[in-house]
């Protein structure tokens, strides 16, 4: 079945050490998005990529960095994680349709991070 | 800016009893989703709908997007202790950048 994929499923890291999470997908979709949520919260959206365009939302920390080596993987470097990155990361996907406009996303089971 | 107002943001019930999730915006959307996500898992697709006035069943999930394209409703019937999730709407326009507008989410308490 085609599907987000996202490891590890859990991450422990040090306060100040770099971690990185991926995901991967099989459905080909050309945006791929990355989520940091907390608790019972909505996803806070950090960055996605079109195809190879990155696009940074305007809050999100210099901290978190993200990486599209091809259309199927993609990775969340938090270069040092601080205890208010303790989340969940989740990865989704989509396919492009219309001017801008979004088809529906599909997520990844999430990465949760836990930060000592 | 676009927003998207789900209510009631938590609702604890009985099992056996129906209930229903309102997503409302001033703006008008492309097409709007719903998901049912977990503790500890990410958001599962439940439907997408598109069309102005469309209703989607899901067994005992009624989905209705409003004839204008502005407001959404999740409706479950007799609910039972599985149906206990935290609800999400999220919502696309058609200049949206690729990006969805997100409700606050509704979590759910089904009581055996």
């Known amino acids: 079945d085609a599907m987000v994929i996202q490891n590890p499923r859990y991450q422990v890291t040090q306060f100040g050490k770099p971690v990185t999470l991926s995901c991967s997908q099989t459905?080909?979709?050309?945006?791929m998005y990355w989520y940091q949520q907390k608790s019972s919260q909505a996803p806070k959206l950090l960055f996605h990529y079109y195809d190879k365009d990155f696009n940074n939302e305007a809050d999100t920390p210099d901290n978190f960095q993200s990486r599209r080596p091809n259309t199927s993987f993609c990775f969340l470097d938090i270069r040092s994680p601080g205890l208010g990155d303790a989340a969940m990361y989740l990865c989704a996907t989509s396919r492009v349709f219309g001017q801008g406009a979004t088809d529906t996303q599909y997520f990844g089971p999430g990465t949760r991070l836990t930060v000592l | 800016t676009q927003l998207l107002e789900q209510s009631p943001q938590f609702l604890s019930i009985q099992e056996g009893e129906n209930l229903t999730v309102y997503c409302n915006s001033s703006?008008?959307?492309?097409?709007l989703q719903w998901y049912r996500q977990e503790p500890g898992e990410g958001p599962v697709l439940l439907v997408t709908?598109?069309?102005g006035g469309e209703v989607k069943k899901l067994k005992r999930l009624t989905f209705q997007f409003g004839d204008a394209r502005k407001d959404s409703s999740l409706h479950i019937t007799a609910a039972q202790p599985g149906d206990t999730g935290l609800y999400l709407c999220?919502?696309?326009?058609?200049?949206?950048?690729?990006?969805?507008?997100w409700g606050a989410g509704t979590k759910l308490i089904i009581k055996p």
């Open positions: 999220a919502a696309g326009g058609w200049d949206s950048n690729y990006q969805l507008i």
């Open positions: 459905l080909n979709h050309n945006v």
């Open positions: 703006s008008v959307f492309s097409s």
């Open positions: 709908v598109v069309t």
